[in-house]
């Protein structure tokens, strides 16, 4: 088999992978478990996964400073939501001019926000709609099934989000995040 055959198969044996990955999280969740996450963590471990991902190369990711807190979250879960909002990010920037991507957080009493932005394609009032009903996708390579997910883990975690969007303009997702016990703890 020449080497072309064999790149296009590695490929798609990857993208089926990832398919039925995200299928299986979604048809048999598994038990959400929140605990005490040190926040900082999280973070790390996305910028390592952005810098070590091909996918992202040439597409900086912007990180505000990252609040030295606590969270209620399912480690998997949240990595899983972070991975997804920034994936579709990083899908929504092909072909954008000066593509950007941040993620940047806000500390209240009780609650830390974190907004996931983008400057790409947005999204019109219907595509908003369907955000988070499973199999609903216009990106080329879309399963359609990653928000919906995002929104089972939000919801098991006892998080909350918010998405603002326009075509042409970007889009700007916040997630609400409840601290784990005291603001200082
Ligand atoms: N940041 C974004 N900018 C523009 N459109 C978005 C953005 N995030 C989501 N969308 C729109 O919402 C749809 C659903 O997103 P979702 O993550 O559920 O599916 P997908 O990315 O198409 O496929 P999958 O996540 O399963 O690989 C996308 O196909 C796209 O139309
Ligand atoms: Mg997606």
Redesign the pocket.
Known sequence: MNERALGILGRESDRVSAILTKFLDFTRPKPVEVRRVYFPDLIEELRASWETDPRAEGLPLGIGPVPDVWVRADPLCAHQVFT?LL??AR?ALEGTPEPEVHLDFEEDPSLLTVQVRDNGCGMDAEQLRTLFVPFS?T?KE?T????SLVFQFVQAMGWDIRVQSQPGSGTLVSLKIPFWGARTG
């Open positions: 997804n994936t579709n899908k996708s990106f879309g359609g099934l990653g928000m």
